[in-house]
Nanobody
Framework: QVQLVESGGGLVRPGGSLRLSCAASRSISSIYAMGWYRQAPGKDREAVSCFSSNVGFAAYRASVKDRFTVSIDTAKNTMYLQMNDLKQEDTGDYYC???????????????????????WGQGIQVTVSS
């Protein structure tokens, strides 16, 4: 079973950038689908992005599209989330996950698909504040 470890969070000012990393304990290319989720204080967990290696497809939540970019480095078995032009509403705990659902626009923009992700990292905090 795969283990996932996030890193790269922290405090950043509005308009700034951060890059989150998610290191997998085995070949990331063999994982059917991966995703990034976040949970703000007092709110439900929501999808941010997903990626399916078999088709090289990525999808993004509407509110982060054009600001966030997901990528993978197969040599390092690591998935990244580059976050640019960060806003206060991006604040939260960010989690990477490995799952059984093909990445799609529906998966990231419709609640409930997180149940299809079997493995989760421990989460990492991102705070956007001036």
């Amino acid at each position: 079973q795969v283990q996932l470890v996030e890193s790269g969070g922290g405090l950043v000012r509005p308009g700034g950038s951060l890059r989150l990393s998610c290191a997998a304990s085995r070949s990331i290319s063999s994982i059917y689908a991966m995703g990034w989720y976040r949970q703000a204080p007092g709110k439900d967990r929501e999808a941010v992005s997903c990626f399916s290696s078999n088709v090289g497809f990525a999808a993004y939540r509407a509110s982060v599209k054009d600001r966030f970019t997901v990528s993978i480095d197969t040599a390092k078995n690591t998935m990244y989330l580059q976050m640019n032009d960060l806003k206060q509403e991006d604040t939260g705990d960010y989690y990477c996950a490995a799952g059984r659902v093909q990445c799609s626009e529906t998966v990231v923009n419709t609640p409930g698909w997180d149940a299809w992700y079997d493995k989760w990292g421990q989460g990492i905090q991102v705070t956007v504040s001036s």
